[in-house]
C-alpha cells in the first residue's frame, strides 16, 4: 500500500508516538490545549549558560583523557629515563618508520631540505625513490616537524630552558644521558599527539551531550562508558605514532557534523557541506584506513534516505562532501591511486548515480519495500562494478590484499599475504574475551537495549503511518496518494533521523570490529556515544518523570562502574621498565662499525629500527600496503623459506642487499597452527614441504654465501658474500 508523505508541520525530531492528524481534526473530539511560548531572550540565556557549561565540562573531560593516556605512556616505559636510542625502540615496527620521517624533519639543515628528503626517499626502499608522502600519509610528522623547528628557533632566541638532561646508571649496562622536557623531539612529538587526544575526548563529550538533546547526563555517561572501556577503544596510550592517533578526533567531529546537520530541519547546504568536507578530509589525511569508516558512513546515510528518514538534500551534503574530501587527499597525496580504486570512491559514485536516478525509481515504483530494493540493487552493482573498471582502468592493484584478506576469512584460501596479516592477533575476528569485557560493564547490553526500543519506536511510528494512510473519511474516501515531487522528496524526513544513523553507525562499526579485532577501536568508542541515548527525553519516553529516567541512568553507571572501576585500576598498575639491550647492541655495531652506505634487509619490525636508528638504507619495511613493497618483503622472507641457502643469498644480492639481519623467532615461532614462517612459505611452494627451513641453515653454519659479522641471543647479523661483487 502506498504511504503518505511526512505530516506538515513535523519537524522530523519530534516524539514518534505523537502525530497530528489530517485538517478532519482529533478523533477522539478533544482541542489541542494553548500552548504559551516563553519568553525568546529569557529562554536563549538559559541554554547558553547550559551550552558554556558543557564546554567546560567537555575542557575537563578532555583533560582528564590526556592525563591518563600520559600517565600509562609514562608507566609503561618509564620514557622520561631513556636515552634517546632506547626512546627510538620504544617506537617498533611502523611507528618507528613514521618517526624517522619527524626525525628527519628535525634533523635537515632546513625545512625545504627536510620537505626534499621526504619527497625524494631513495633510504627506505632502496634503491628505489619513493614519495613518502604519497605512500605513507606522513602529513602529519611534516607539520609537527616543521612546528618544532619553528619552536626550538624560538625558544633558543628567546634563551628560553626546554630541557633537562641527567645520566642515568643502568646497573650492569652501560650508562646513558637522558633528558626530558618539550624541548626534546621525542617528548614534543608524543605531546602533540595527546594534545590532539584531549581533545577527541572533548569532542565525545560534546557528542554525547548534543546526541542526548543536550543533556549533560548523556555527556557524562558517553564518557563513562568510554574510560571504562578504555583499553578496547584506543591503544594511543601504548603506541602514540600510529596514524588513528592522528586521524580518529577528526572521525569524531565529522560524525558529529554528520549528526548535527541530520538533525537540522533545513540545513545549508555550503555552510554544512565545507564543514563535514574538512573534517572528513583530516580524517583521511594521516590515515589509509579511513576510506572505510566513511565507506560505512556513506551506506549508513544512503539507508536513511532509503527509508525516507532524510531526503536527497542532505544525501548530498554528505555525499558531495566527501567525494570533495577523497579528491582533495588524492592532490595532497600526489595522485594516490588506492584512493581511486577504493570501494569507497565507487561507492559514492554509486550513491550519486542513485539520486540521479531518483525520479526515475520514485515515480514508477510507489512502495516503500520495493523502492529500497531497487536502490540497494544499484548501489552494490555500482559500487563493485565501478570498482573493477577503475582498478582495471588505472592498472592498480594495491588493494588487492584487503579483498584476499575478507576472501580468506570466509573460505579456504590462502596465500603468503593474507597469511602475514590473519597470523596476526589484531587481523583476526572478534575475541570473545572482548565482547565479555564490554558486557561486564553493561556496553554492549546498552547498545541492544538502545537498539531495541529504537526499533520499536521506529515500527510503531510506521505503523502508524501505514494507519494514517489508509483511514477513510466521512465520504468513505482514503486520502489520495501524492503523485512524485522533487522538492518535497529533497526535503522529506522523519522524527529522530539523528539518533536512527548514529545507531546505524554503530552497528556498521560493530560488523567491521567482528571481522578485524583491530577495527574495535571504532566500535567501542561509537558505543560509548550511542550510550548517551539513555538520557534521551524523547527515546525513553516511556520510563515516565525525568526524576526516573535520571535514577535510571545512575543505575546503569553504578553498575556499569563495577568492572569498570576495575578496568581502569589495571591500566593504571600497570609499571613497566623499557629494556631491549640485544636490539641497542645490534645498532650500536652497525654504526660503530659498518659503513653508512650499506644496504640492510630483514623482518620489517627490525628495518624500521634500522631506518630510524642508523639511517642506513633498507629494501623493506613495515608498511604493507603497496603491491610493490609486498613483493620485496616476500622476497626477503624467502630466508625463512626451505629454499636451499644459495638461492636465497642470489635474490637478496639481486635486491643489492649488502647485511642481512637474521632473527631466531622469526625461524621457530608460531602464534597458531600453520602460521610459522616455514609453514607459511609451504602455501606458496609445497614441492619444498618438509626440507629444512633456510634459516636453519643460517644459522648453524652460514657459509659461503654469508659470512656471520655480529651475533647475540637474538640477532644475527650476516654479510652477503656477493656472487658477482662490484669492481
Known amino acids: 500500500m502506498v504511504r503518505k508523505q511526512p505530516f506538515k508541520g513535523s519537524n522530523g525530531n519530534g516524539d514518534l508516538s505523537k502525530m497530528k492528524k489530517s485538517s478532519t481534526g482529533n478523533r477522539r473530539g478533544k482541542k489541542d490545549a494553548p500552548t504559551i511560548a516563553p519568553s525568546a531572550g529569557g529562554k536563549s540565556s538559559y541554554f547558553n549558560n547550559w551550552v558554556i557549561v558543557a564546554f567546560l565540562l567537555a575542557g575537563v573531560a578532555g583533560w582528564m583523557h590526556g592525563v591518563h593516556i600520559w600517565t600509562m605512556f609514562e608507566n609503561d616505559r618509564h620514557f622520561s629515563h631513556l636515552s634517546s636510542l632506547e626512546r627510538d625502540l620504544t617506537f617498533r615496527t611502523e611507528m618507528g618508520l613514521y618517526y624517522s620521517y619527524f626525525k628527519t624533519m628535525v634533523e635537515a639543515p632546513s625545512t625545504l631540505n627536510g620537505i626534499g628528503q621526504i619527497v625524494r626517499d631513495n633510504i627506505t626502499e632502496y634503491p628505489s625513490t619513493i614519495n613518502v608522502l604519497k605512500r605513507f600519509n606522513l602529513y602529519p610528522e611534516l607539520i609537527i616537524g616543521a612546528i618544532y623547528r619553528a619552536f626550538r628557533s624560538f625558544t633558543e632566541a628567546a634563551k628560553i630552558k626546554t630541557q633537562t638532561c641527567w645520566k642515568i646508571n643502568r646497573g650492569e649496562l652501560p650508562p646513558i644521558n637522558s633528558c626530558e622536557g618539550i624541548g626534546v623531539p621525542h617528548y614534543f612529538y608524543v605531546t602533540c599527539i595527546y594534545t590532539l587526544n584531549s581533545i577527541m575526548m572533548s569532542l565525545v563529550f560534546l557528542y554525547g551531550w548534543y546526541l542526548s538533546g543536550n543533556s549533560l547526563w548523556g555527556a557524562v555517561i558517553c564518557v563513562a562508558f568510554y574510560f571504562f572501556n578504555h583499553g578496547e577503544a584506543t591503544r594511543v596510550m601504548w603506541t602514540p605514532p600510529l596514524r588513528e592517533s592522528y586521524s580518529f578526533p577528526f572521525l569524531i567531529l565529522e560524525l ?39 565507506l560505512t558512513q556513506s551506506a549508513c546515510v544512503l539507508a536513511l534516505y532509503m527509508l525516507e528518514y532524510i531526503g536527497s538534500w ?73 570498482k573493477k573498471v577503475i582498478a582495471t582502468a588505472l592498472r592498480t592493484a594495491d588493494d588487492a590484499h584487503i579483498w584476499e584478506i575478507f576472501k580468506s576469512k570466509f573460505s579456504d584460501f590462502n596465500n603468503f599475504h593474507t597469511m602475514l596479516y590473519t597470523c596476526a592477533k589484531e587481523f583476526d575476528f572478534l575475541e570473545v574475551e572482548t565482547v565479555v569485557k564490554l558486557s561486564k560493564t553493561l556496553l554492549i547490553p546498552s547498545m541492544i537495549f538502545i537498539t531495541f526500543v529504537l526499533a520499536i519506536k521506529c515500527l510503531r511510528y510506521e505503523y502508524l503511518s501505514y ?82 529516567q535520571v535514577s535510571f541512568l545512575v543505575a546503569i553507571l553504578a553498575v556499569a562502574s563495577v568492572a569498570g572501576i576495575g578496568n581502569l585500576t589495571s591500566q593504571w598498575n600497570i609499571i613497566g621498565e623499557f629494556e631491549n639491550w640485544p636490539h641497542e647492541e645490534l645498532l650500536n655495531f652497525i654504526n660503530e662499525n659498518l659503513p653508512p652506505n650499506a644496504v640492510f634487509a630483514g623482518a620489517m619490525p627490525t628495518m624500521a629500527s634500522i631506518k630510524l636508528s642508523c639511517l642506513r638504507p633498507i629494501v623493506n619495511h613495515p608498511h604493507y600496503e603497496d603491491a610493490g613493497l609486498r613483493e620485496r618483503t616476500m622476497r626477503v622472507y624467502s630466508m625463512y623459506s626451505r629454499r636451499s641457502l644459495e638461492q636465497v643469498r642470489d635474490t637478496v644480492e639481486a635486491m643489492g642487499v649488502d647485511f642481512y639481519i637474521l632473527e631466531d623467532s622469526w625461524c621457530t615461532r608460531k602464534t597458531r597452527e600453520g602460521c610459522q614462517m616455514p609453514q607459511i ?47
Open 314 to 386: 542532505k544525501l548530498n551534503i554528505v555525499i558531495h562532501a566527501q567525494l570533495i574530501a577523497l579528491l582533495a587527499n588524492f592532490v595532497f597525496q600526489f595522485g594516490n591511486e588506492m584512493l581511486l580504486t577504493s570501494f569507497y570512491a565507487s561507492s559514492l559514485l554509486s550513491i550519486m548515480l542513485i539520486v540521479k536516478l531518483e525520479s526515475k525509481i520514485e515515480g514508477s515504483i510507489r512502495n516503500l519495500i520495493a523502492k529500497c530494493l531497487v536502490k540497494g540493487i544499484v548501489w552494490l552493482v555500482g559500487t563493485f562494478g565501478l
Open 467 to 548: 494507519v494514517e494512510s489508509n483511514t477513510v473519511d466521512e465520504d468513505g474516501q482514503k486520502p489520495e496518494v501524492p503523485e512524485y515531487d522533487a522538492k518535497v522528496a529533497a526535503h522529506r524526513c522523519k522524527p529522530n533521523a539523528d539518533v536512527l544513523y548514529n545507531v546505524l553507525q554503530m552497528i556498521a562499526f560493530s560488523c567491521m570490529a567482528i571481522l578485524i579485532m583491530r577495527l574495535k577501536l571504532f566500535m567501542t568508542p561509537m558505543m560509548a556515544i550511542t550510550a548517551s541515548l539513555f538520557a534521551h527525553r524523547q527515546l525513553f519516553a516511556f520510563l515516565g518523570p525525568r526524576y526516573r
Open 256 to 294: 558529529l557534523l554528520v549528526t548535527h546537520m541530520i538533525k537540522t530541519q533545513n540545513p545549508n547546504y555550503f555552510k554544512h557541506m565545507t564543514a563535514i568536507c574538512l573534517a572528513a578530509f583530516f580524517f583521511m589525511l594521516p590515515w589509509q584506513f579511513a576510506q572505510f569508516a566513511l
Open 681 to 727: 612459505w609451504d602455501i606458496e611452494e609445497p614441492e619444498n614441504a618438509g626440507k629444512t627451513p633456510a634459516c636453519s641453515y643460517a644459522r648453524g653454519n652460514p657459509e659461503p654465501y654469508f659470512k656471520e659479522v655480529f651475533k647475540n641471543n637474538v640477532y644475527t647479523l650476516l654479510q652477503v658474500v656477493k656472487k658477482n661483487p662490484k669492481a
